[in-house]
């Protein structure tokens, strides 16, 4: 049986909402991130799409929402916003491509995450009762860091449960 977008909200099967989270495509679709992206409820993708097609297959899974990247300059991609804010239980989520450009005090501004890509480089933080959130690159391989995605559960409860992926060594 497939499951429908309906169907999607509690991922996790425990009254969990799950979001995919990913960065820097660089215009590479990989097959193995588009399996982790199944059966998400909603899809944020941190900027350096790279390509149109990638915007398109991720939104054939989930609901989508994508920020711009710096390599974002061409097509539709250079027409994503810099910046976005997406709520899901009441819980305010920042996007941006690159975190060195925050330009506010997210704890004060109301957000429980910034998610945000650019160095490549996973990262689970905490600060200040906020969490920062990078889920690495799931495009080419640079130097030696992993390909990798994220997951972020919402509980019923709004809390957050951040979770890396290693598409490949």
Not at 52 to 79: F, H, K, Q, S, Y
Request: charged share 30%.
């Amino acid at each position: 049986m497939s499951r429908t977008r309906e169907d999607r909200s509690d991922a996790a099967g425990d009254g969990t909402l799950r979001i995919g989270v990913v960065s820097d495509t660089h215009g590479l679709l990989r097959e193995e991130m588009l399996r982790a992206m199944r059966g998400c409820a909603r899809i944020l993708h941190l900027g350096d799409v790279g390509d149109d097609a990638i915007l398109d297959a991720l939104a054939e899974i989930a609901p989508l929402t994508a920020v711009r990247g710096n390599v974002d300059r061409a097509g539709r991609c250079a027409e994503l916003p810099e910046t976005e804010i997406v709520s899901e239980r009441e819980v305010m989520f920042y996007l941006l491509h690159d975190r060195e450009q925050l330009d506010l005090k997210p704890e004060a501004a109301g957000f429980a995450a910034v998610l945000s890509g650019h160095s490549h480089k996973p990262l689970v933080e905490w600060r200040n009762g906020v969490l920062f959130l990078n889920p690495g690159a799931c495009g080419p391989r640079r130097f030696r860091l992993p390909v990798s995605c994220a997951w972020l559960d919402v509980e019923a409860d709004g809390s957050l449960r951040p979770t890396l992926l290693t598409l490949t060594d």
